[in-house]
């Protein structure tokens, strides 16, 4: 399904004020706070709207949409700061089981992931935190007739609370994608402190672990849910940063030192234009990148590096400048500019780095 | 209102009407012109047959040249004659200087010279600039004192394209010297042919010579041949720059430029520097740039088809202004120690160097980097303006240097 | 005029007794201190013993607690303590506090004062900055209005270190509201332990709580407690923040960040990044950076030591700001993906991202990046000050926000 | 020797009086005019003065100065824009020549070389431009009992107007350095048209030319004498960026736009307080690579290598600004503006490029 600019208006209207209500900053401090790190209660309600299931098909009780309508989602979760599994659970998760072969597990997974009863995550990278086929460091093996994995998938997001774990493992002959649960007593999950505290993670520690066979697959696949991911992450990004920008420069109207708004000083305005390139240049970036996703024409991997990295760069360098620019407010743990601040770091890391994407682009345009 | 498809159709006949036209009267190609201020006969005759078929301001009414047409249609036009490589059509948008003319003149005014100026009769230049005045561009000394039945002219001009060949020129001028700064500007459409105009070329840091310095000493003008009426020279000014703006926003990049390859990578693997990772780096981040500036030209068009607001289309030539600058430094690395060298046998390098120190039209010429800053942060941002203590006092008054 | 020869004996005739009292009374070290702001009794008792030999203040009379030196004789007592360790010497130059009321207060109060404080057995912190006057510090508005024998304080600080420990405040309050706005200003030297002061601790980005928010309700004070005189507040306050800046640029970094290799080619090793050429150029340039920042400083002293003037040392906080950024920013790119981490069990990780928001510690703090551009434009290159329209006009008229 | 601090002073002033009054502006885009590209008359001052041979022994007919005075002086040249063979006559030939071990060659032609009756030039990379040992691109061939250089030596300074021509070449068992003189008519010689018009250089091709052999020569004994140039780039890279910052904040304290000097426009202020940093920090470089080479310790190729880059990238970035900084008049080639960006760009070229000694900077520090 596509939508047309009326209806995503709509959408976009109809998230806006849902997380204007239920997740303000003084929601999201109150989140970032607890373990599990989201709301459930919110959480439920964006089941009930359809965002959990966004890029979940209607058969499986999803909302079928494309790539453009995530990005534009998660620009208002981004702009949010939103404490939640959309991510893992709606975004990777979903997009990684709706291109599974595998109807059974689609029927039996997809329906409550959508609805957001089911919390399920994705374990594909060890230690290093590659998120390519190089970094999976968990291998599958038959051990008489039963499946085992072993090894460590750490960055696995809101690992904590998930219930299904997919894990991409080695194989014999290849990799395959193996469905862990909670219940499973026979793994390790240590929960990762982060940084960025409206964020999750876990490392996983698999000791002979039982396994279900979801599928063989090859890494295009898992790249393609990732590439999925990284729209989702450009949106985010580029949502952040609108919001952090607009309200430092909102902040530069009304702050007087001198006598004068700060916002009067020549340095504060000619740095603000600069910086308003950045914001409109990453926008430009993630949709250009969603749209080429959505249409599956030319360029569209090309497309979407080049946001991984743009996007990244410009939540890094505004974030920070927010903080420089608000002063000494913005160096107190109350103002919210080091909480996007945070997430900009979290972000650009999450994933792959911008020079690992810089080096992505390159290769696309054959250098 | 018109219905969608009745819209259609007659998109569609429009541009069947179009190729008809140009396939009848089009032949494929032009022989070049020596420089746009000196066009071919072939030229010259060709873009009288476009005035005379309405193409050439397409959204003016008939009884001035035109059609009556919306713009949407007009940049239909645009396209058929762009699509087989045809000069002259929508000049309404792209000649600004003829926009200007049309808006402001009196008709007798405009039935002289925009017909002239259109069939490229007649050539035009524009005397704003001064070297007291450059991005102040309120704050220019040139005197238009009354004289006769009309004006005496004396001052400085500079920066001048085509002054040598033109006919006429738009002169910015200074009519009352007890008006604040802003409020005793007048805008002449000026004769160029004659005695008091000394036209000297400006060398630049690029060794070309596009520009004019144009020495005025008792040039003369007449009263008739004010735009927009005397002492409202900086309104009229305002919206001469802005059609300029559209008008260059729409263009390609400079001649030379465009002759030079933009292909970075190709440049990187000539030179044997792909294997080199701070290089990939650099390369994908520069290229990126340019990348991001077309995204954002798109994005700005699809936002002006949709009517809605968007701040993209004042962030260009600041934005263009980076690409071009970090383009030449990347350049530069390159080439390397070649571009110690010039000249034909060296072509890459020249064009590194020549671009490093072209980059500069682009961050100084028409409103430096740091005039763009601050329309931007003023006029998107809503941040508070500059203060200017020139600006509400008689001009007569401030300080220059 | 004393003859070299002299100088040079006298030189080594008090190294010689410097050395000799400490060879009788330090024991070569001191247990640790818990922090700055609670000293062990130990510290104290040694930090009373160089008060009464008078290496406190040196270059102060003896009547002031001092031997009457000249600053270069006082630097080699300094010398003589830092090779061995030894804390308490040449506070004249370390202890601005001190240092500012030895040269602002009335004598009496610094007979009641200074050897408190010398010896540390009263703590003293300062109420400076205010939530709406950050970079403009004239612009405070905590008011102290006269109240029965002294003032009634009301209002609230920020960025106070130690103001739960201390006993007193230096303490900068408006008295007239009617004057422009450095003219109303009074510094106090203000009783901490009252009713009337409340101190919340202010927590950081760093999620550290080095400064306290303080909290004044109808405080007192007495008139007596007045540094240079009532309105003469702002001369204080500047004399006060240049003790300060030279104390702070003879110490190093803070604490935290000095536990932290400096070593970034090591982490790039450990990271195994040495070999990725980006990376390399990145991290010499970074490196220089900070190499460059230093021979600065060692330019900037042999220049002082000359008598010539130089701008290096008012550059130094700036240079260090965008060292500091650099650093930060080159040491995330290293650890990368493990940045996302925080805690025990990711030392290098913590250090990067402690390091990240640290650095506005001192681009922020201490007057922005943003005021020591305007300090050097307009001081060191003799640019036009910034307009303040607040200057010259009654306080009460001002604006804030 | 080693001059005192009043010495060095005295030293200053004699040099910038004269260059003041012989080098102005007018004279260097007179002099970068003509053919040569350099003024012959007072080329003989510079003789007289002690100047040309600062480098050489006394008892060749030098100054005999070392690298701190040399800095000092090339801090004047540079600022002037001196157009002169100084740099490869009286740095590079001369120091090349001063630690050679053959004294019957130094006793011939140090004295002219001194009082600038002979000009010297160094040949010792081929088209690459690389100034290290893979860069030689000339060998020497013993051809009956005659020796004979073939091979391309380029970015030969002032060789049009050199007599004398010192070219490393490699031989059967590793490096010679050869004598060839200008009246030799075995060799072609072809000037290179330079983007920076004050300075000359020139592209020499060796077809069996006959040479003298000065010596057997290692790597380490050129690349000592190019260290000295090196100082030498840095000092007028140095002197070269203070005066056109110098010329820019002069320029915009007169330059009224608005109303106001365009100095007081906060954004033009805060880039100049920034630039000051750059040209503070390039001098510290270039003088402290000086001393450290003077004084023989520790560290001395670490703070040449550092001094290679931080002067070359200040004085890139410096004058590129003070084109921008002085608007419409800096785009205009009256202007000096473009001069010293000419220089800039070619001194951060010549001897080496900022990326090359930023790599050889880390080697220094172990990495």
């Known amino acids: 399904m596509k939508s047309t600019a009326d209806e995503r208006a709509a959408m976009r209207d109809v998230i806006c004020n849902l997380l204007r209500s239920e997740a303000s900053e003084s929601h999201v401090r109150a989140t970032m706070a607890t373990r599990s790190g989201y709301d459930a209660t919110l959480w439920k309600k964006l089941g009930t709207l359809g965002i959990i299931g966004m890029l979940i098909d209607p058969e499986h009780g999803g909302s079928g949409l494309g790539p453009i309508e995530l990005e534009l989602i998660m620009e208002e979760t981004g702009s949010a700061l939103l404490c939640s599994p959309l991510l893992s659970s709606g975004v990777l998760a979903a997009s990684l089981l709706m291109s599974s072969k595998n109807r059974a597990v689609q029927q039996r997974l997809l329906p409550s992931i959508a609805d957001g009863t089911k919390l399920a995550t994705v374990a594909m990278t060890d230690d290093r935190g590659y998120w390519t086929e190089a970094g999976i460091g968990v291998h599958a093996h038959q051990v008489k007739d039963r499946l085992r994995l072993n090894g460590v998938a750490s960055y696995v997001l809101y690992g904590e609370v998930s219930d299904v774990f997919l894990v991409v493992a080695r194989t014999s002959d290849g990799l395959g994608l193996y469905e862990v649960t909670k219940d499973d007593s026979r793994f390790e999950l240590a929960p990762l402190s982060m940084f960025d505290q409206t964020l999750r993670s876990a490392r996983l520690r698999f000791a002979d672990t039982p396994a279900r066979l979801i599928e063989p697959i090859d890494w295009a696949s898992v790249q393609k849910s990732l590439d999925v991911a990284l729209i989702a992450r450009a949106g985010e990004q580029v949502g952040g940063t609108r919001r952090i920008f607009d309200m430092t420069i909102a902040y530069c109207k009304t702050r007087f030192q001198f006598g004068r708004p700060i916002g009067s000083f020549q340095a504060m305005k000619h740095w603000a234009a600069d910086l308003l390139i950045d914001v409109e240049s990453s926008i430009s970036a993630a949709r250009y990148a969603a749209d080429r996703m959505a249409n599956q024409i030319d360029q569209s991997q090309e497309a979407l590096y080049l946001a991984a990295f743009a996007c990244s760069d410009a939540y890094t360098k505004v974030s920070a400048a927010a903080i420089q620019m608000h002063g000494g407010i913005g160096f107190t743990w109350e103002h919210p500019a080091h909480l996007y601040a945070r997430r900009a770091r979290a972000y650009a890391q999450l994933f792959g780095s911008p020079s690992y994407y810089r080096e992505q682009y390159l290769r696309q345009l054959g250098a | ?401």
């Open chain 2, 1 to 401: 209102m018109m219905m969608r498809d009745d819209a259609e159709d007659d998109t569609a006949a429009l541009r069947k009407e179009v190729r008809a036209w140009l396939e009848a009267n089009w032949d494929g190609s032009l022989p070049p012109d020596q420089d746009r201020w000196n066009l071919s006969p072939a030229t010259k005759a060709w873009l009288v047959k476009v005035f005379e078929a309405g193409w050439a301001v397409p959204t003016w009414p008939a009884d001035w040249y035109g059609r009556g047409m919306t713009e949407q249609r007009a940049d239909l036009i645009a396209e058929e004659f762009h699509q087989v490589g045809a000069p002259g059509a929508r000049q309404d948008r792209s000649n600004f200087i003829v926009r200007t003319i049309y808006h402001h003149a009196d008709p007798g005014l405009k039935r002289k010279m925009i017909p002239a100026l259109l069939k490229r009769e007649k050539g035009i230049c524009l005397l704003y600039s001064e070297p007291s005045a450059g991005s102040d561009l309120a704050g220019i000394r040139t005197r238009a004192d009354i004289g006769g039945t009309g004006y005496l002219i004396n001052g400085q001009k500079v920066w001048t394209s085509g002054a040598a060949f033109a006919d006429y020129a738009l002169l910015l001028a200074r009519t009352d010297w007890d008006a604040t700064k802003h409020a005793g500007l007048t805008i002449f459409l000026f004769p160029m042919r004659q005695a008091g105009v000394e036209v000297k070329p400006l060398r630049q840091i690029t060794d070309e010579n596009h520009f004019n310095e144009v020495f005025l000493t008792n040039a003369r003008v007449e009263a008739t041949q004010i735009l927009g009426g005397l002492n409202n020279g900086w309104r009229v000014l305002q919206a001469a720059l802005a059609y300029e703006r559209t008008a260059l926003g729409d263009q390609s990049r400079a001649a030379r430029h465009s002759a030079i390859s933009d292909d970075l990578i190709g440049l990187a693997q000539q030179y044997g520097r792909l294997s080199d990772n701070a290089l990939r780096q650099e390369l994908a981040g520069v290229i990126a740039l340019g990348k991001l500036h077309a995204l954002n030209g798109a994005r700005a068009r699809e936002l002006r088809d949709n009517n809605e607001p968007s701040p993209l289309v004042s962030l260009g030539k600041l934005a263009m202004s980076r690409v071009l600058h970090e383009e030449a430094r990347i350049r530069t690395s390159i080439v390397g120690v070649e571009t110690l060298l010039c000249g034909p046998d060296h072509p890459l390098a020249d064009d590194a160097n020549f671009l490093a120190f072209n980059a500069y039209f682009t961050s100084i010429g028409g409103g430096t980097d740091q005039i763009q800053r601050n329309i931007i942060s003023e006029r998107i941002l809503g941040l508070p303006r500059e203060p200017d203590p020139d600006r509400n006092i008689p001009f007569r008054q401030t300080r220059s240097g």
